[in-house]
T-cell receptor, first 114, second 113 residues
Framework: KAGVTQTPRYLIKTRGQQVTLSCSPI?????VSWYQQTPGQGLQFLFE???????NKGNFPGRFSGRQFSNSRSEMNVSTLELGDSALYLC?????????????FGEGSRLTVL | DQQVKQNSPSLSVQEGRISILNCDYT??????FLWYKKYPAEGPTFLIS?????DKNEDGRFTVFLNKSAKHLSLHIVPSQPGDSAVYFC????????????FGKGTRLSVIA
C-alpha cells in the first residue's frame, strides 16, 4: 500500500510570492491534516480536511489555506510568503479523521523563503 | 500556551542502556497519547500509544507509562540501539470528537555505540 505522498519535496521562494503544496493520502483515507514544523517549535497544526470539508483549523493567519478534492488529495496554499514561513510542511492522513487512531505522515515539503 | 511539553531537547544514551523520554501535558481533557519517531528527511512514524484507561503499554523494546494525576507520560526504550537515534515527539488529544493531535517540540535521542 503506497504511503502518503507529498510534492514537491523541496522548494525555494522569495518573500511576497505564493506557494502550493500537494498531498496524496493513503488509498482509502478520507482525512488529511497539515502540520508545520520549524526548528524548536515541534509540529504546529494547520488544518484538517475530511470529505472535502475543513473540519479543524489551527491558529495560523488567513494566508494559509487549503482544500481537499473528491479523491481525498489535498493542497495547501500560502500567499504573500514571509521569511518566517520557512519550514517543513507535513501532511498526514487517516481513515476516519483526527479523532481516531494514529496519523500517517508523508516525508514533508521543505519550503525555504528568501 | 503549550499544552504538550517535552522539556529535554536532547538526550544521549549508551547502546544497551535504557532511554527514558519524558512528556508533560496541561490539558486535563487529553485522554489519548502517542509517541512518534522522526528521522532526518523523513516524516514522523507512529511508535506506540496509550489510552487514559491504562497506565502502561508495551510493544517490544518500547514501553509507555502514563501518570494521569501528574499529567506525565514517559517512553522507555530498552535496550537502546544506535538505530533508535532520532527525534521523538509526544502527542496528545481528546479521544472524543475530532480534535487534532497536539505535539510537543520533540526530544533528540542519540544512542552512542
Amino acid at each position: 500500500k503506497a504511503g502518503v505522498t507529498q510534492t514537491p519535496r523541496y522548494l525555494i521562494k522569495t518573500r511576497g510570492q505564493q506557494v502550493t503544496l500537494s498531498c496524496s493520502p493513503i488509498s482509502g483515507h478520507r482525512s488529511v491534516s497539515w502540520y508545520q514544523q520549524t526548528p524548536g517549535q515541534g509540529l504546529q497544526f494547520l488544518f484538517e480536511y475530511f470529505s472535502e470539508t475543513q473540519r479543524n483549523k489551527g491558529n495560523f493567519p488567513g494566508r494559509f489555506s487549503g482544500r481537499q478534492f473528491s479523491n481525498s488529495r489535498s493542497e495547501m496554499n500560502v500567499s504573500t510568503l514571509e521569511l518566517g514561513d520557512s519550514a517543513l510542511y507535513l501532511c498526514a492522513s487517516s481513515p476516519d479523521g483526527q479523532g481516531t487512531g494514529e496519523l500517517f505522515f508523508g516525508e514533508g515539503s521543505r519550503l525555504t523563503v528568501l | 500556551d503549550q499544552q504538550v511539553k517535552q522539556n529535554s531537547p536532547s538526550l544521549s544514551v549508551q547502546e544497551g542502556r535504557i532511554s527514558i523520554l519524558n512528556c508533560d501535558y496541561t490539558n486535563s481533557m487529553f485522554d489519548y497519547f502517542l509517541w512518534y519517531k522522526k528521522y532526518p528527511a523523513e516524516g514522523p512514524t507512529f511508535l506506540i500509544s496509550i489510552s487514559s484507561i491504562k497506565d502502561k503499554n508495551e510493544d517490544g523494546r518500547f514501553t509507555v507509562f502514563l501518570n494521569k494525576s501528574a499529567k506525565h507520560l514517559s517512553l522507555h526504550i530498552v535496550p537502546s540501539q544506535p538505530g533508535d537515534s532520532a527525534v521523538y515527539f509526544c502527542a496528545a488529544r481528546r479521544a472524543s470528537g475530532n480534535t487534532p493531535l497536539v505535539f510537543g517540540k520533540g526530544t533528540r535521542l542519540s544512542v552512542i555505540a
